[in-house]
């Protein structure tokens, strides 16, 4: 399973295994993974792109697979490009970040429906455009050096990701705004990096909405294991 590279999961290199359970699908295959337990159906229609992240991302569960959840968010503020800058710095391979849909439509990385814990605004994402939403510091809460940092768009994470050869998992939060699926379907598109992504949420009809707009999506669904 995965690992963490921190001494505990709140310094921000995430083991995801020990509190949920992922079920991955592709193309109608599909790999579970609870607690262990694993087994996996190849799809053989993927893209080139797409077949060598997905053997990535389908390596035995015996190695150990380091993400970054919101990047590494117990070094530096969480979802912000520093937090993924240190993550990879730190050894992880996949980055983990949440997503909320601005008002002017723009996909942005943060976690709360709200922007008050992190930047100090009392405005909710959705209500914001995403200029306005550039305007807000993003890092001053976490330390005094990361004054400055911005709330990372979906296109730069994408960037990123390419830059540093990296999967990214997608979280759209239960609170997204309406139709946050279809801006998410036409972004990953427009990049041409859908192969890199794993989309997920805790609703599954969010995750049939998605793939009813594109079904070789990579989707995963998040539950809590008691």
Do not use: Y
Not at 27 to 45: I, L, M, Y
Not at 46 to 62: C, F, N
Not at 138 to 153: D, L, M, Q, V
Not at 191 to 217: C, H, Q, W, Y
């Amino acid at each position: 399973g995965m690992e963490s590279l921190a001494t505990s999961e709140e310094r921000g290199i995430h083991c995801s295994q020990r509190c949920k359970a992922t079920s991955f699908a592709r193309g109608g295959k599909a790999r579970r993974e609870t607690r262990g337990a694993d087994s996996w159906v190849a799809p053989e229609t993927l893209s080139a792109p797409a077949r060598e992240v997905s053997a990535r991302i389908s390596e035995p569960m015996g190695r150990t697979w380091v993400v970054g959840h919101r990047g590494a968010s117990g070094h530096a503020p969480e979802n912000t490009m520093a937090a993924f800058r240190l993550a990879v710095e730190m050894g992880a391979t996949f980055i983990e970040t949440d997503l909320h849909l601005t008002r002017d439509a723009h996909l942005v990385c943060v976690h709360d429906a709200t922007l008050e814990r992190t930047t100090g605004s009392n405005a909710a994402v959705k209500d914001l455009t995403l200029a306005q939403l550039h305007e807000l510091d993003a890092g001053s809460w976490f330390g005094a050096k990361f004054a400055g940092e911005r709330i990372p768009t979906l296109e730069g994470i994408l960037n990123f990701a390419r830059e540093k050869d990296i999967v990214v998992f997608l979280e759209v939060k239960q609170e997204a705004a309406w139709g946050i699926e279809h801006g998410l379907v036409a972004a990953l598109r427009d990049a041409k990096e859908a192969a890199r992504a794993v989309i997920l949420s805790f609703r599954p009809g969010m995750l049939r909405n998605v793939r009813r707009l594109d079904n070789t999506l990579m989707t995963g669904l998040l539950f809590h294991v008691m």
